[in-house]
């Protein structure tokens, strides 16, 4: 989960540094989940070492009590079969892996109910970031295959070569064949995800700065090496001292021939975290964004934007979620800011209350907390059954103010 409400002062890391490892749940398999974090003087977490996590058969109790909704479940999925992929841990639930039936994709509550934000095994990438993409390739799948590949192939085409490589836009066009061939995986969904949030994050960061700087003309050979070396270092995901620091902001400020400062700072979400802090870079006086942070509200509705969806926006300071869902027609689902979960104050994290074509609603989650499921399917009609209005209620009870003391918008797509 993130946070998704940036000030103007604070920055955070590029998307290729590895994110920080909590324990994941996953219904098979044991796999390892990326280098932990550990804090150097700078302040910002470094790939260190591994963690392997045995992820075997997921054991749920009989019955499950989650804010006010009781549910009994089976296996992550409740007995009338409307809810699925039910976290009954406190770390992030894994997504499943391997190959998707072809007719799943005839059934898409089958692969979204098994799809988080969170991949099933290997590195992690910018996973705990990337929340809002993740939202809107679940909206796609709902929709179907046809659907999901036409928004993962407009993605690639419209995206800048700033955000998306020509090697990257072709993997993600792959993904979309696959897709429509219906022999796509798991995986390959999980990696749609993290080129998503690479296409639609619009802000710059340190690797950028790195990047102008050798091409400036300003620096000697030797001291391009240099800033080559940092930025090679950061990109794989290393740390960076103090004195780096120091050093990383003379050779800038050399190279763009006015005061330029790197530095740690904390993540907009979680203030104080040392686990959290990244590098970002001020060229005079004004803060370049980095990667590695939540997208904001325009950042969402521009990676719609980007793969085809027809987007509105709702206020939600005058609108209910159940008013904002009786709005929704078939094929249309609204992005949502929320608390992570029952006690946050944070609008911090995005899911998605939707319909599917056929009018059939659902709630999202792509990183469900603990008692939260997944996916949440209703009735194709405007009356739906009290299970789902619960849960309907256990996210409106998590809709907070902004930064800014405003409720936050909900974006409306259509694919």
């Known amino acids: 989960m993130v946070r998704v409400t940036r000030s103007s002062t604070q920055a955070a890391n590029n998307i290729n540094d590895a994110a920080p490892v909590e324990q994941a749940v996953e219904t098979g398999g044991v796999g390892e989940l990326g280098p932990v974090a550990a804090k150097d003087d700078f302040g910002v977490g470094s790939a260190s070492s591994t963690v392997s996590l045995d992820k075997g058969s997921l054991t749920l109790p009989a019955s499950t ?17 409307s809810g699925r992929g039910l976290n009954n841990g406190s770390g992030h639930l894994a997504s499943a892996r391997g190959r998707i039936a072809a007719s799943a994709w005839d059934h898409p509550e089958q692969i979204v ?34 659907a999901t590949a036409r928004f993962l192939r407009r993605a690639a085409e419209q995206t800048p070569d700033a955000r998306l490589s020509p090697a990257e836009k072709t993997e993600l066009r792959g993904i979309a064949d696959a897709v429509q061939n219906r022999t796509a995986t798991f995986e390959q969904l999980s990696r749609a995800q993290g080129l998503l949030y690479q296409a ?28 080559d070396g940092f930025r090679t270092s950061l ?29 740690g700072y904390d993540d907009p979400q979680h203030p104080g975290d040392a686990s959290r802090r990244f590098v970002g870079v001020e060229v005079g006086g004004a803060l370049r964004r980095t990667d590695r942070s939540g997208f904001g509200d325009d950042e969402l509705r521009q990676l719609g934007t980007l793969g085809g969806a027809r987007g509105r926006d709702v206020r939600m300071d005058a609108t209910t979620l159940r008013q904002l869902f009786d709005g929704l027609r078939p094929g249309e689902s609204a ?43 209703g009735a194709r009609g405007r009356e739906q059954p ?14 907070v103010v902004d930064g800014d003391q405003e409720m936050p918008s909900a974006v409306v797509n259509s694919y």
Do not use: W
């Not at 994050?201 to 090496?225: F, H, K, Y």
């Open 235 to 263: 990109q794989n995901g290393g740390s960076m001292t103090t004195q780096d620091g120091a050093t990383l902001s003379r050779l800038l400020t050399k190279a763009f021939g006015q005061p330029v400062t790197v530095r």
């Open 65 to 81: 009590t989650s804010g006010r909704v009781t549910r009994d479940v089976l296996g992550g999925i409740d007995r009338n079969g």
């Open 200 to 227: 639609g994050n619009s802000r710059t960061d340190v690797i950028d700065a790195c990047n102008q700087a050798v091409r400036t003309g300003r620096l000697s050979a030797a001291e391009r090496r240099q800033v």
């Open 386 to 399: 009290q299970a789902f209005l619960d849960q309907l209620q256990r996210y409106e009870d998590r809709t």
């Open 335 to 377: 992005t949502i800011r929320v608390s992570g979960d029952d006690s946050g104050s944070d609008a911090n994290h995005f899911v998605t209350i939707g319909r599917r074509p056929d009018g059939t609603a659902y709630l999202y989650n792509p990183d469900p907390g603990r008692g939260d499921f997944t996916l949440f399917t």
């Open 113 to 146: 109910g098994r799809l988080t934000q969170t991949p099933a095994g290997g590195g992690r990438g910018n996973s705990v970031y990337r929340c809002g993409p993740s939202n809107l390739l679940a909206q796609a799948v709902m929709n179907g295959p046809d």
